[in-house]
Each structure stands twice: as C-alpha cells, then as structure tokens.
C-alpha cells in the first residue's frame, strides 16, 4: 500500500474519532457534526478504509463502555469483558457502512437510507447508540420528522460532493449549510420542563435490588427527598430502579405519605421463576399505576432469556403513557442512547419526555452525558419538553 493511501486512511479515521468524540458528550448542539461521518465514509479510498473510519467513530460514542462495563459486572468478572463489548459492538455497528460503500462511487441515495435503516433497527439496532440521525434535534429544531429528512439529505449532499468535479468546493457549500443550521439550533430555546427530575445518589441500586433493608433504607430517603418537592399540581421523576423491588410493603411505604401531586418511580417488577420487568411506577391521589415498561433492557446485562433472572424486554409497547391529562413519552437507560426506541416513542405523539437512568456504574464515564444530550435532542427536534433522572 503506498504511503499516501495510508495517509488518507489514517486522516479519516482520526477524523471520524474526533466527530465521534466532539459531537457526543455534554452538549446537545455539537451533536449536529455526527452527519460529517457521511463525507469522511464517502471520502475513503477503499472499503477497508470506510470500515476503520466508521468503527473509529462508533468507538469514540462509545468510549465510556471499558470503565463502565467492569463497574457494572464487578470484580467477579474480568476487565477484559469490557473491552470485548466495546470493541465487538463497534465493529458491529461499522458493518452495514463496510458492506454498502461503493466501490463504483454510485448509488449513494439507497446506500446511506439502508445503512442508516441497518444500524437503527434491530438486530443491529439493539446495539444502535451513536446514530448520526439523532443530529436533527440540534440542526433542525421543532422540525419534527422533516428535521430527520433534514439530516439524510445533508449526508447525502456529502456523499455526493465527493463524486462532484470540484469536491473541495462542494464540500464547503455543504459544510456551511451545516454551520448554518448549528448556529440557528443553537439560538433555539427548548420549552421549559413541565416534570420535576430529581437526582440521586444511591450506589449499588439495582443490583441490590432483593435487599429489603437496603430497599427500605432508600425508599426512606427518597420519601424524605419528595417531601421537599412535592405540591398538588406538581410532578416529580425519580431515577431507574431507586425504589427496588415494588411489592406491596414498598407500595404502602409511600401511600402512607400520602404526598401532594405526582410521584414517578423507578421500580422492578417481579415475575415468576425469577425474571422482572424494569419500570416507572407512578403515584398519584388516586393510587398506583405502572406507566412504563422497558423496551429494551441492557443486552447480556440486564436482559439474558436464556437464564431464569433475566429483565423482560417489551418490544412492543408504545413507550407513551397518559398520567394527570398529559401524554408522556418516556425512556429508560439504556434505551436513551439507542434510535429506534426514541422514534417509536415519538411517533405516538407525546407532550413530554421522561428519562430515568440508573448510571452508578457510569458516573466516572461519558455515558450519562451522552444520554442527557441525546434525550434533549429528541425533545428540541419535536418541540417538547425533556426531564431525565439520573441516580450516580
């Protein structure tokens, strides 16, 4: 291979590290320079170039899996774990982008929609973090779905800038159409929170879950946080899972308060042989509700059904709920950082957004800040309003 091939080679996958690392983190508008990828995959000299540039950049999203994977599974398991799950998923993602670039440098406008389509839906959707579509909240404010549409012609205006007799000039029209729309996204003011979110730090949460004391312990706590927060008319969210296991003892804990206006809890359900049901449990003044049931718990982690104590994966829930009038949309953890559960939830038209995460095993990462960022994103780009709960 000659030395200026691998020059390039070498620019493009620093460069897709660098979107990828730039662009998910804190802040919601640098998400807007995840469709770039386009032109650094449609740039590359050969297919094994496109592959490295994409796995680079799905590498990067992803770079608080190591750390947070070893954390979560804790020190029974080996280190190396992580980043098996790191690396495996990555590659995983790259793949639809290695198979569909085209050698020939043609048909570009059924390559990106399908590996877009490859990389949102499952099976590959499971692991679909880092979907450049997800851009559209930042660029395309209250656009709703024409902002996704928005976000495929723009890389696709990059795809084919590089087929272009002038590239160079092409790609600069097309880079300051991006900029254009990252300034106007940036002046846009998202409509202020209808819910109350409230954090907390409760480590360990969820993995023990079957402890009663430390249950009660921490529903005390949370009991004693509500109190602070609570008004008739108000609503208030509580991270994944801080309630533990919602049995009836846990349930009457909280009656017995009787709080003013709207508690959501995150809570497990338990089902016989052994398997449970992460959800959000709402308590009002006429009772209890589970208003949510995740979609799509975290694979191997949580949702194992080959094993007897695996999280319930309701794939076919709307993932909306109406609660005091309101239609909620909402996600859960895992399910924040992933495409294909937003736009299901966002096509059933809610008012507002709700995510809760239990990220204990990720306050040391990138991982809660991606969520918080991709969860705003979401609700910029259909104009409503996002609450998300976080306990560290």
């Known amino acids: 291979m000659n030395r200026p091939l691998v020059e390039v080679q070498l620019a493009n996958v620093a460069t897709a590290a660098v979107i990828g690392y730039v662009g998910w983190g804190e802040h919601v508008v640098a998400l807007g320079l995840a469709p770039v990828i386009a032109y650094v995959w449609a740039q590359s000299p050969n297919r094994l170039g496109a592959g490295l540039a994409l796995f680079a950049y799905y590498a990067a999203i992803s770079r608080g899996l190591p750390h947070g994977t070893a954390v979560f599974f804790g020190p029974e398991a080996s280190p190396a774990w992580g980043w098996v799950f790191w690396l495996a998923s990555s590659l995983f993602l790259a793949l639809p982008w290695l198979i569909l670039w085209p050698a020939q440098r043609r048909g570009y406008w059924w390559r990106v929609p399908l590996a877009l389509l490859l990389v949102t839906l499952p099976p590959i959707g499971v692991f679909g973090w880092g979907n450049p579509l997800t851009a559209a909240g930042a660029l395309y404010p209250a656009m709703g779905w024409f902002g996704l549409l928005a976000v495929l012609a723009i890389m696709l ?92 003892g846990t349930a009457k804990l909280w009656q017995r308060e009787a709080l003013p206006g709207t508690i959501v809890l995150g809570a497990s359900l338990q089902h016989p042989g052994g398997d ?113 709960a976080f306990n560290y």
Not at 328 to 338: D, K, R, S, T, V
């Open 157 to 248: 205006a990059y795809c084919y800038a590089t087929t272009s007799a002038r590239p160079a000039r092409y790609a600069l029209m097309v880079h300051a159409a991006l900029a254009f729309a990252l300034v106007n996204g940036a002046m846009h003011t998202p409509p202020a929170a209808t819910v109350k979110a409230m954090d907390t730090k409760l480590p360990g949460v969820g993995i023990g879950q079957y402890d009663f004391a430390r249950t009660y312990a921490n529903n005390q706590q949370l009991i004693e946080q509500a109190r602070r927060e609570a008004a008739p008319g108000k609503t208030l969210l509580f991270p994944e899972t801080v309630a533990g296991l919602w049995l009836g």
């Open 276 to 388: 449970y049901t992460n959800a959000l449990v709402a308590l009002t003044n006429e009772g209890e509700q589970i208003i949510y049931r995740q979609r799509v718990p975290v694979p191997v982690g949580m949702w194992h059904p080959w094993a007897a104590d695996s999280a319930i994966a309701h794939w076919r829930d709307p993932g909306v709920t109406t609660l005091q009038g309101t239609r909620y949309g909402a996600l859960i953890c895992y399910e924040q950082l992933l495409a294909w559960p937003a736009l299901q939830t966002l096509w059933n038209r809610p008012q507002a957004l709700m995510g809760a995460s239990n990220d204990w095993w990720s306050a040391d990462t990138s991982i809660p800040a991606i969520q918080r960022s991709v969860m705003n994103a979401w609700g910029r780009l259909f104009g409503i309003p996002v609450a998300t």
